[in-house]
């Protein structure tokens, strides 16, 4: 990004920052939204490893976590988030075996690999020449037969393509809700040539 793309990414950064502290997002953890995150947690059910290590990107308040199941477990779970606001409020929550960091996307560098990498809702905001760089980066960061999980407010063919180009497809729907044009469409991914595996580990754990 140049500088002037770094000055605009800083001001959208406050702004989140203005936003969470008002309670702007609290909206996130209505029945509205909660197709959208079951969805998400019906693939890292059955797609996902079990006791899986998870990296939430711009997990907002850690509202995904709020939503997993109680019985459900996970080694190691990281969210970062470029709002500092938010990952203070996440990190009060007090999730086990979780940490919340107040990262970038754009300059983020995973210190270890895992088994699930989600992008809820999140993609989108990634500056346009820097998507390709931050997913390519997520990748090599995914552990073999790991998935990775995004969804993508309504139609975003042009985002989709980053997706289908450099991984392969497991899974894909469009959630509907009561309201016509509030919907996501939700996808899931694994490495190129590891459909295969965690396909049959799917039907064997059935
Ligand atoms: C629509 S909210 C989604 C929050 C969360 N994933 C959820 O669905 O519950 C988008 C989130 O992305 C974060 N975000 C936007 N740009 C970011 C960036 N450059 N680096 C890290 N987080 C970012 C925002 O702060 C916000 O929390």
Redesign the pocket.
Known sequence: MNIIDRFH?WR?KLR?NKQYRRGR?ES?KTGKELTRYTTIIRYLTDYGKQNPSIL?I???EG??NEKLPKDYTYSYFLG????KV?IEKAILKNFPNAEFQC????NFNPERKFDVIVF???FY??HEKERMNVLQKMISHLEDNGIIIASIYREAPHLWKFFDDTLENINFVTVRTEEELRYWQIGVYCKKGCKENITQMVGSSQ
């Open positions: 990414n959208r989140w997002w996130l939430d711009g997990c907002g509202v995904l970062i988030d470029f709002s938010s990262r970038d996307i754009h809820n809702e999140v905001y990634i």
